[in-house]
Structure formats: structure tokens, C-alpha cells
């Protein structure tokens, strides 16, 4: 079959799930792994013929894709920031909107000059360990921590460290009743934030393959993780430390609300590449 024929492959075998555009997309993240090609190879190959175990192979991906899996479980990795994660669906798949996140806590991290020491990170809900490692990646001389829930996160994300040669402290806990006598110059948190309302309009491939424990909150509580981390944070940041979250675009009022009440001050809200309230930078007031 040629290239171009196995593109439309995928086009057809996707087409009640994604639009052509996300299916060509899908299709070249899955020639990439496989066979290697970027998308210029395949604007320069697309007569080539693919046969035998690579054609199999690709054609097992477009089958598993059409139940609504997404690609980078199926392929049991992604990249983020640059660098190789292994995903499952014990963890959330890293969002090109968390690499904004991370941005914005190392354009801020020369904090180390500013303390005279180095930066001690803390990343709570930690997932596939994706802002940790990028983030010690990039910093190197901070000590880093990365908190989760789950077991198998936790599992999941020591082989993300130990495959990006990431040296990071893992904590098995629950924020919400998590407690410690270190102090961390920057608490950084991507916490669940979906309320029931939402989940009904989002893709059925993220509501059947992502871990729901890292997703949804109640419409009761849906700043429950933000509260629970504000309050960590209130203990546990340092004087001139940085509280970072990625948040809720329809709860932003609300969660600024929220840290002004507890005494945060400088709160700075940043909107993501889409144009959406994704961001929160904010410190404590000093006593």
C-alpha cells in the first residue's frame, strides 16, 4: 500500500471521530513512530510503497484509534516540552497548554538568585511527572519534588525521570492531607478542575481512555484541589516563593477570588495561546 493510499486509510477509518485535519495529524504521529518519517518525509514519500510488519503495525493503530483511544496511549508515549514522556491511561496525556505553564515557572526561576540558594520546586498531582521533569530539565540545579495520589502515576512517572535522566524526590500522598516541614520556593499544580457541566461536551476519547480521578471535581467543590494547594502553600512556600496553577478558563474569577481571600497577593492571570484564562502566578502576602 502507499503512503498516500495508508493516509486516507486513516482518513476513512477515523471519520466519525476526528475531522480530516486531526486525522492526518494522528496519521503522521503514527508514521513517525513506525517508520521514522517526519512530515516533510511524507510529503516526499507519499508514493513509497509500506509493506510487511510496518503495514501491519500501522494498520493495528488506525483499528485501535477508530474505538476512540488516542494515539499516544496506544503508542505509550508522547513528547512534552521537548522531551519523551511514556503515557498510560493511568495518567493524563501532557497538553501543549502545560508547556505554557512550565514556561512561565522557568522564565520566573532565577529565583535562586533572588533566595541565594538553590530553587526547591514541589509539582502537586504530578501525573505523568511531565512539569517535573521539564522542569528539572531545564533547571538543573533545583531540587525537585513531584506529589501524586495514585500508585500507578507515581509508577508511570519515575520511569519518565529515569528515562530523561530527571533526578526527582516522588510523594506518594493526597494534598488534602498532606503535610511537611520543608519549604518549597515554587509549588506548581496542573490539579483536576472539569465539573460535571462540562464533561458532557468533551470528546468521547477523553471521557473513556483518561483517568477520571486526574480529570473531574463536583460541582459542589470544584475549587477543592486549589483550596487544598492554597493552603499547603500558605504553610509551605517561602518568603518570596511562587505559587504557579494551571486553571479552569470558566473559573477564573473564582479561583482569584479565592487566593485573594486566603492573602495572596500579586496574582497575575495569563491567557493560553488560544486565548484562554489558563494561568495563575501568585505569592504570599508577607506577614
Not at 516540552?81 to 508547556?99: D, M
Not at 495514585?150 to 498532606?178: G, M, T, V
Not at 473513556?208 to 504553610?235: C, G, M, Q, R, S
Amino acid at each position: 500500500m502507499k503512503l498516500k493510499d495508508l493516509a486516507e486509510h486513516f482518513n476513512t477509518t477515523l471519520d466519525n471521530i476526528y475531522d480530516a485535519e486531526e486525522a492526518h495529524a494522528i496519521f503522521l504521529v503514527a508514521i513517525n513512530t513506525v517508520l521514522n518519517y517526519s512530515r516533510a518525509d511524507y510529503l516526499l514519500k507519499k508514493d513509497e510503497v509500506v509493506n510487511g510488519s510496518d503495514l501491519v503495525k500501522l494498520k493495528d493503530i488506525a483499528a485501535e484509534l477508530k474505538s476512540g483511544k488516542p494515539i499516544q496511549y496506544i503508542l505509550g508515549e508522547t513528547v512534552f516540552y521537548g522531551l519523551p514522556f511514556k503515557v498510560s491511561p493511568a495518567v493524563l496525556i501532557p497538553r501543549p497548554e502545560t508547556e505554557e505553564l512550565v514556561d512561565w515557572a522557568i522564565e520566573c526561576s532565577e529565583l535562586a538568585d533572588l533566595t541565594g540558594s538553590n530553587v526547591r520546586i514541589i509539582d502537586i498531582g504530578t501525573g505523568s511527572g511531565c512539569i517535573a521533569v521539564s522542569l528539572k530539565k531545564n533547571l538543573p540545579g533545583a531540587e525537585v519534588f513531584a506529589l501524586d495520589v495514585s500508585e500507578d502515576a507515581i509508577e508511570i512517572a519515575s520511569a519518565n525521570a529515569a528515562l530523561n535522566q530527571a533526578d526527582i524526590n516522588f510523594i506518594k500522598a493526597d494534598i488534602r492531607q498532606f503535610n511537611t516541614k520543608q519549604k518549597f520556593d515554587v509549588i506548581i499544580s496542573n490539579p483536576p478542575y472539569i465539573t460535571p457541566v462540562e464533561k458532557e461536551q468533551m470528546h468521547e476519547n477523553v471521557l473513556v481512555h483518561e483517568p477520571h480521578l486526574a480529570l473531574f471535581v463536583t460541582n459542589e467543590k470544584p475549587l477543592e484541589f486549589y483550596e487544598a494547594i492554597a493552603d499547603f502553600a500558605w504553610v509551605s512556600l517561602s518568603d518570596m516563593g511562587l505559587l504557579f496553577f494551571e486553571i479552569n478558563e470558566y473559573l477564573a474569577k473564582e479561583t482569584v477570588e479565592m487566593l485573594e481571600a486566603k492573602s495572596f497577593i500579586h496574582i497575575e492571570l495569563r491567557k493560553d495561546m488560544q486565548g484562554k484564562d489558563r494561568m495563575i502566578k501568585c505569592q504570599l502576602a508577607q506577614v
